[in-house]
């Protein structure tokens, strides 16, 4: 039986680190084999690339930087993603395509089509089952991030930038309302915890049903 990709979106400091061990925990203790990883990133070039793109010392013009994500993605899907699907394994993966849609589409106003074009022809049709979107105030965002190491080239953008890639990630929930599940990352990590427990039982009881039963 084929296993389930699952992704966790949001802007920054809306807690999707902190949430993603919680979700991990879930999918194991009701019997799934559980891959973790992330975006950009996942491979030694996904890695790599991953580094170049979040450098606060190199500019990058928004095209090359869609490409470049989609280049991450491309060796991520090939290498780990499918193969991990094709074994029955469930993929927990922090960001996915819609993080272009939002960031690159929205954020940097490259629009959805051209995104759409490259993601037929780089995932051929491979998407998440299920994606659990984080979002909260821009208030709470930032008094979150302020709160990390230093900030990455994409976390230095500023309130206008975010208010866009937002904006894309609730326009995305609001067209795939089946697969995009909203979570209000607002309140405090216990009860945003609850609430992803509570949509994961509603979302994947069924799945994980017949992967224990296999």
């Not at 280049?71 to 993966?93: F, M, N, S, T, Y």
């Not at 089952?129 to 302020?146: G, P, V, Y």
């Not at 427990?197 to 979302?203: D, I």
Request: hydrophobic share 40%; net charge negative.
């Amino acid at each position: 039986m084929r296993g389930r990709l699952i992704t966790l979106e949001g802007v920054e400091g809306v807690g999707k680190s902190t949430l993603l061990p919680v979700i991990k925990e879930f999918l194991i203790e009701q019997g799934a084999e559980v891959v973790h990883t992330r975006e950009p990133g996942g491979t030694e070039l996904g890695e790599q690339l991953r580094d170049v793109l979040l450098n606060t010392d190199q500019e990058i013009v928004p095209k090359a930087e869609l490409l470049l994500m989609f280049a991450a993605r491309a060796q991520h899907a090939e290498k780990v993603i499918a193969p991990a699907l094709a074994e029955g394994k469930w993929v927990l993966c922090d960001r996915f395509t819609d993080a272009s849609f939002a960031y690159q589409g929205g954020g940097r106003e490259l629009g959805a089509e051209r995104i759409g074009i490259i993601e037929n022809w780089v995932l051929e049709g491979l998407n998440a089952d299920l994606t659990l979107l984080l979002d909260a105030t821009r208030e709470t965002s930032l008094e979150r991030t302020k709160k990390r190491r230093e900030l990455d080239r994409i976390e230095t953008e500023g309130d206008e930038f975010f208010a866009r890639v937002k904006l894309a990630y609730l326009d995305r929930a609001a067209t795939y309302p089946d697969r995009i599940k909203i979570i209000d990352a607002n309140p405090d990590f216990e009860t945003v915890a609850n609430s992803v427990r509570a949509q994961l039982t509603t979302s994947c009881g069924q799945w994980l049903d017949a992967a224990v039963e296999t």
